[in-house]
């Protein structure tokens, strides 16, 4: 009798056989190289997944909290007797896969996981499309130079928030089933051969090998214990900003960042009620109806981002920071704003 | 709240009063299209709703009926905005969304043989009417001690619930100073002066004390110097904040300051909360 959780081994030419298997079960989302850049997008018959990225630009966040989402659909229309009521709309939340998610981009929605999905309330959309979907992580052999997962409680091969963690062992990938659904997804993708130790063995090292990559460390150690008030006046924060054009890049990437807005929409006399991504960059996010606007300069709003991740998150859910490492925003910033560079001033405050 | 905590429940306009003499505030008398739904709402003072326009959005309003006042809700509705806009123009038997009750409340139990002080200004007095109705209620006035109301607008046309405050100064239960920054009415019976100014000189015992202060930033402002020289303990002054809002319940991101959201952590909040976090609201 095999243990519950066995280490799965299948060979990496197998790896189209195996999408074509899920297939049958999932809706399966894999990373594509298009115009330049890696994201992940459903795949078509006949067709494989490319695993040689680093990561995706954008992160995989939308397909828990879609960028644009239908909340409620409605009818002005007065002649209709429940015109002006508001009724959930219809959508399905089909078994989805996500395959070759990094193990950062899995942790990141552990971490917003709390936001929408707590004792006193429940997201219904985000709860039941993160249940519906099986994370079949791809440990990071390569990490990039703006990765710094291993300072933030994460890593290169981290299993937190995955079903299933691969290991890319060249020849072999070695399948790391971490939950009952990871397990009911490798079945459904016919892996079924136990690794042998030589290939557990090669896949430790391999994690050790990638953990010891990130030589970029970034302290955090001190941010839990500061007070709020002295970050939060603290004397860098000008600088930090200067260069900010609050172009929303960073929240736009960032795989922790949850922030919407919900605004209605008619044509003719249907209407949707919508929810979209929001940005915290943006001055409109807290402008009043009076005028007033707590956060009305550039300086306050970038405060607010690093402030949230980095000290409110880790005050409000005792969690850890709201970042994973990734380094997108480092990497696509186009003012060169550094997080690392911001939990440093913040840390050695 | 059960189920989705986005989706309003219906509700149809059933009176609109219009409060003050610019036109520019109307209370809305709103009841639930279904029994059920009004009899599951139980709330406290201080707590607000979301209440929705289809096709327009969704706003935050403070309660300005008490629990007391049963089978209705009231808000009172400053024209500011898109959604503020439009439900002025709306009419008796239209139908609107109303989702909540949400936030907190004024400390009702901490409150209980206290005094009570209450301080609005402009058109923030809609919680501390429910607030003071609440009090006043047969059931409820033994709980409190000595109730004050301190309340003050631009000029006598703009303070809200005109009736009931006259009625008020009528009652041997509650002392009310009513004010205005300026009057040119010769007749005017009470006090002229700014609220910060006509409560430093009213409110002299703060022993065992409460007090619930509302009202514009500058009121606020003016008037915690006031209390605390006056002896309150930051503990004992409470503040009702307001915040762009979208989700009303803690999710959407925009009501913090610092840790707290002002939708599920407040809108009540102390002093002494307040001057722990970050002076961003």
């Known amino acids: 009798m095999t243990c519950p959780m066995t280490d799965k081994i299948f060979k990496k030419r197998e790896f189209g056989g195996f999408l074509r298997a899920l297939k049958k079960t999932y809706e399966v989302l894999v990373p594509f190289k298009e115009q330049g850049f890696y994201r992940f997008k459903p795949i078509a018959d006949g067709e494989g997944a490319d695993l040689r990225f680093t990561n995706t630009r954008l992160s995989p966040k939308s397909f828990v909290l879609p960028q644009s989402e239908r909340m409620f659909e409605f009818t002005v229309d007065e002649k209709i007797e429940d015109a002006h009521i508001l009724k959930e709309a219809t959508r399905a939340y089909p078994p989805t896969a996500i395959v070759g998610i990094r193990p950062c981009d899995a942790k990141a929605m552990r971490l917003v996981d709390v936001n929408f999905n707590n004792p006193e309330f429940r997201d219904p959309w985000w709860v039941t499309r993160l249940n519906s979907i099986t994370l079949v992580g791809l440990g990071c052999t390569e990490p990039c130079s703006t990765c710094f997962c291993t300072s933030v409680n994460c890593g290169p091969f981290h299993e937190e928030g995955l079903d299933v963690l691969l290991f890319d062992l060249e020849e072999y990938l070695l399948a790391r089933p971490l939950t009952e659904k990871g397990k009911g997804l490798l079945q459904s993708g016919g892996v079924e051969r136990d690794a042998d130790e030589g290939s557990r063995n090669k896949a430790h090292k391999l994690r050790r090998e990638a953990e010891q990559r990130i030589t970029r460390h970034v302290p955090t150690d001190k941010l839990a214990q500061k007070n709020v008030n002295d970050l939060f006046d603290a004397p860098f924060w000008d600088d930090v900003a200067f260069a900010c054009i609050n172009c929303g890049t960073c929240t736009f990437l960032c795989p ?94 | ?180 920054d300026a009057t040119d009415d010769p007749e005017w019976p009470y006090n002229v002066g700014f609220v910060p100014a006509i409560t430093e000189q009213k409110i002299t015992a703060c022993d065992d004390s409460y007090a619930l202060v509302c009202g514009p930033p500058i009121m606020l402002k003016f008037t915690q110097p006031v209390l605390e020289n006056a002896g309150f303990e930051p503990e004992r002054i409470i503040i009702s904040l307001e915040m762009r809002m979208k989700c009303g319940i803690g999710m959407c991101g925009r009501c913090n300051i610092g840790d707290k959201y002002v939708c599920t952590d407040g809108p009540v909040f102390s002093l002494a909360q307040l001057n722990e976090l970050p002076q961003e609201y």
């Open chain 2, 1 to 180: 709240m059960s189920g989705n905590p986005y989706l309003p429940y219906p509700a149809r306009i059933e009176q609109i009063i219009t409060e003050t003499e610019d036109k520019s505030l109307r209370t809305f008398k709103v009841v639930f299209l279904n029994k059920a739904d009004g009899e599951g709402f139980t709330f406290l003072p201080g707590q607000f709703c979301e209440v929705s326009i289809a096709g327009k959005g969704e706003i935050p309003l403070g309660m300005a009926s008490s629990p007391t006042e049963k089978g209705f809700l009231l808000f009172t509705v400053n024209k500011a905005g898109v959604v503020t806009r439009y439900l002025h123009n709306m009419r008796e038997g239209d139908i609107v969304g109303v989702r909540g009750p949400l936030g907190n409340w004024y400390p009702w139990e901490k409150m209980e043989g206290k005094n009570v002080v209450v301080i609005g200004g402009g058109f923030a007095f809609t919680t501390l009417r429910a607030a003071t109705i609440y009090m006043l209620h047969p059931e409820n006035r033994k709980r409190f001690r000595g109730i004050t109301v301190v309340y003050g607008a631009r000029s006598p046309g703009l303070l809200l619930y005109r009736e009931e405050l006259e009625q008020w100064e009528k009652r041997d239960d509650v002392n009310v100073h009513l004010t205005v």
């Open chain 1, 256 to 349: 922790t960042c949850w922030c919407f807005d919900i605004q209605d929409e008619v044509i003719r006399a249907e209407g949707d009620r919508i929810r979209n991504w929001d940005s915290c960059m943006f001055p409109l996010f807290t402008l009043h109806a009076s005028g007033h606007n707590p956060r009305a300069e550039k300086v306050q709003r970038v405060r607010q981002r690093f402030m949230h991740k980095l000290k409110y998150y880790v005050d409000k859910h005792k969690n850890g920071v709201a970042c994973v490492g990734c380094g997108r925003c480092v990497r696509y910033c186009p003012v060169n704003i550094d997080i690392r560079e911001v939990f440093r001033l913040m840390n050695e405050l």
